[in-house]
């Protein structure tokens, strides 16, 4: 047999593959799942999924939809009942005036977000992106052929970065902005103040647009959420994304939405009319159901994230080395664990990169965490809070057990 004979044929698949990871919550869960399926105890804290069951009201709707034989294609945007609920939910606790035509119902927010990336994104635009962010972010602009452009807030800023960082990172080049508030993975919540200055800075670059990630607007500990769109002067610029998902724990229900300037909003709509047309029907008048029943709910839910960080804070704290925020929003802890790096295992293991740690306590304490590499914050951890009070007590107390052994 000839040496050509033996080559391995040429890959079919698509170079744009080359250029993608997979999402490293995904990955981390994989391998917790695959420890948990052993035999092992593993306390799960890499996904960021409330721990809590879909109101009943939420769920009483779907039942109803179904009852009522609501099972047909939808619109592309969204049924006009959901469209208009989410304006009105943007008038009432918002402040911003939107119509059904500038709204865009997709299949979770992380369509939406991609949906307006690839609508805004040409080859070669930069966009800068607020780092630690998450992780598909940099990927949908690889996607969209752009050029991420990293923008890292510090630790004594509780990872935010500036109005002054923003002015520098703006070229020519500069096309779109992404950040979410309150921020995955740092709980970082954006002042009004902050966000003001940054609205100063985008309406000196008229060709720089926005894209805000409100996603976990509702979980916040501050008592203020502000949007980037209430500042009038770059609101035709900013491209606001929300969804179902964590503020009333409808993860499962992939139920999301932008809105925007209707231009763009109707980009949005003609590229996923393409991709994945109309979402869920179910799923929406659920959704009509949940904004039309209040933020009750969502209240009893921040009560419990807001006590577990304070659980989580009062171990993480006696953690010589561990340097951790106090997270404003969301459910997360991100720790710099700068101080473990470079040090040696029981095991014999070197400790060079985030990523080794979080390996390393998936396997000494049974912990599953998610390295910071894929949030732009390569010497950080995240930690998600969404578990049971005594599971978090107990995670940290093997963290600490684990963290004290190396070397």
Known sequence: MSETATLAPPSP????????????????????RELAAQGVDVINLSFGEPDFPTPQYIKD??????????TLYTPVAGIPELRQAICDKFRRENQLDFQPNQIV?????????ANAVLSLVNPGDEVVVFSPY??????????????TVELLGTLENDYK??????????????????????????GAVFSREELGEIAAVLARHPQVFALADEIYEYINF?????SLAQFAEIAERVVTVNGFSKGYAMTGWRLGY?????????????????????????????????????????????????????????????????????????????????????RTAPDGRSIVTATDLALYLLADAHVAAV?????????????????????????????????????
Not at 105 to 113: D, I
Not at 386 to 403: G, N, Q, T, Y
Request: aromatic letters at 6%; glycine letters at 8%.
């Open 13 to 32: 698949l698509a170079d744009r593959l080359l250029r993608m990871t997979e999402p490293a919550t995904i990955a981390m869960a994989k391998k917790a």
């Open 61 to 70: 709707a779907a039942k109803k939809a179904l009852d009522d034989g609501y």
């Open 105 to 113: 119902v997709s299949t979770g927010a992380k369509q939406a977000l």
């Open 134 to 147: 998450w992780v598909s972010y940099s990927e949908m602009v690889k996607l969209a052929g752009g050029i």
């Open 161 to 186: 970065v500036t109005a002054t960082q923003l002015e520098t990172a703006i070229t020519e080049r500069t096309k779109l902005i992404m950040y979410s508030s309150p921020c995955n993975p740092t």
């Open 222 to 226: 501050v008592g203020e959420h502000v």
């Open 258 to 342: 932008l809105a925007a300037r209707q231009d763009i909003a109707a980009a949005c709509e003609k590229f996923q009319s393409q991709i994945t047309s109309g979402t869920n029907s179910i799923a929406q008048r659920a959704g009509v159901a949940a904004l039309q029943g209040g933020r009750a709910s969502a209240d009893e839910m921040v009560t419990a994230y807001r006590r577990r960080r304070d659980l989580v804070l009062e171990v993480a704290r006696t953690i010589p080395g561990l340097q951790t925020p106090t997270p404003s929003g969301a459910f997360y802890v991100f720790p710099d664990v700068s101080a473990f790096l470079g």
């Open 371 to 407: 390295a910071g590499d894929a949030f732009g914050a390569p010497r950080c951890v995240r930690f998600s809070t969404a578990a049971a009070d005594d599971k978090l007590v107990e995670a940290f107390r093997r963290i600490k057990a684990s963290l004290g052994k190396l070397s």
